[in-house]
């Protein structure tokens, strides 16, 4: 098995990219305030995509089976590796979430102003998902570390 991040979590940030694509072409200080809200977003999210998130890879597999399989020790290895580190960072990346969201206020605040409706729900979107990660995304990513801490040899 691979740490790849499961595809409904790559499915998520893909549809925000399009959001974004969508939105640019409102143009207008709307689409000046999401090129700020991106330039505050971008480290963030290929952080994620590349560091943290392929850790739950692995979840599935060791939340369903009642006997969990034995995970490669690379592949394990790799996992902790991930997953420590957020655990480390995990503050400052509660930090970015926000930064993101001012960023997505503004947006909004803006969006509002120039009746811009799809920004504005774009922005609602956005704190979500940072709130959803913050409450169940990280915190599963770090009891998968943790579990294979305690688990692997």
């Known amino acids: 098995m691979e740490l790849e991040t ?4 790559q499915k998520e940030h893909e549809d925000l990219h399009s959001q ?4 640019r072409t409102l143009g207008g200080k709307t689409s000046q305030a999401l090129e700020r ?4 977003m971008h480290h963030h999210f290929v952080y994620e995509e590349e560091k943290s ?3 739950l890879a692995l979840i599935k597999d060791l939340a369903l089976n009642p006997h969990p ?9 790799k996992a902790i590796k991930l997953a420590l580190y957020l655990e480390t960072h995990y503050d400052e990346m509660v930090e ?3 930064k993101v969201s001012k960023a997505a206020e503004e947006l909004a605040e803006v969006a509002l102003d120039e009746d811009k409706v799809a920004a504005i729900e774009f922005s609602d979107m ?3 998902h940072a709130q ?3 409450e169940v995304t990280y915190p599963a990513i770090i009891l998968v570390g943790k579990y294979l801490r305690g688990h692997a040899k």
């Open 126 to 128: 956005l704190k979500n």
């Open 20 to 23: 974004i694509a969508k939105i």
């Open 6 to 9: 499961p595809i409904s979590l």
């Open 53 to 55: 998130l392929p850790v």
């Open 37 to 40: 809200l991106v330039e505050v």
């Open 96 to 98: 970015e979430h926000k």
């Open 132 to 134: 959803v990660e913050e």
């Open 69 to 77: 399989p034995k995970i490669d020790a690379d592949v394990a290895k």
